[in-house]
């Protein structure tokens, strides 16, 4: 398989340049194509890569990871991309882990692969009250869409060309994840869970969603598909 068939989405929004810098030559060094989309950063993000071979999207304005994302699969798509990784840039998620993702795509059992915390042996400890909110986040999952995954909300995952053409993220925030499995359950894609590993630093920590938020956006979400 030609790794520059294999196009990673890199969503940004005011990383620290070190941080940043260091996630885009990783995934480099593997062998992907790299697509870094600047959700209307304030601090020059472009300045960060400009000395790698990665493709630069900018939104004018902040519009969120979901609106991103889109950005970046919709222009990987057009280069013919063959896979797109969903990928964070604040340094939690590892670079290793892609390949065990596709794999399943690879040999066409599975259209989509979600990354999953929980799944390895020794996952990261989360706070009680966080476990509490990504508990209410797979019911409501669950609920809609009969999908039920160990980790409702991490942002690493991979897609097929069919899965990510059909696949149109139309909610900007965070709660793209969601909708995510509403569309996979629409457009009966075949998915999995594949163990990944999440290294969490300060700055990750200071960069993730709070747990209010979580609870914003899970209802926000719920709101939505109640009343579409």
Partial sequence: MNMAAVFIIVPCFNEDASVLHQTLTDLLSAGYSVVLVDDGS?????????????????HEVNLGQGAALQTGTEFALEKNAEYIVHFDADGQHQSSDIRDLLQSLFTNEYDVSFGSRFLTA??????????IIIAVARFINYLFTGILLSDAHNGMRAFNKKAASSIIITEN????????????????????????????SSYSRHKGQSGWNSIRIVFDLLLHKLFQ
């Fill in 42 to 58: 304030t601090i020059n993000q472009q300045t960060i890569a400009a000395d790698l071979p990665v493709s630069f999207l900018r």
């Fill in 173 to 200: 925030r965070m709660s793209h994840a969601s909708e995510i499995l509403f569309e996979v359950k629409k457009n009966k894609l075949r998915y999995c869970e594949v163990p990944v590993t999440i290294v969490y």
């Fill in 122 to 131: 020794n996952h990261p400890s989360i706070p009680p009250f966080k476990k």
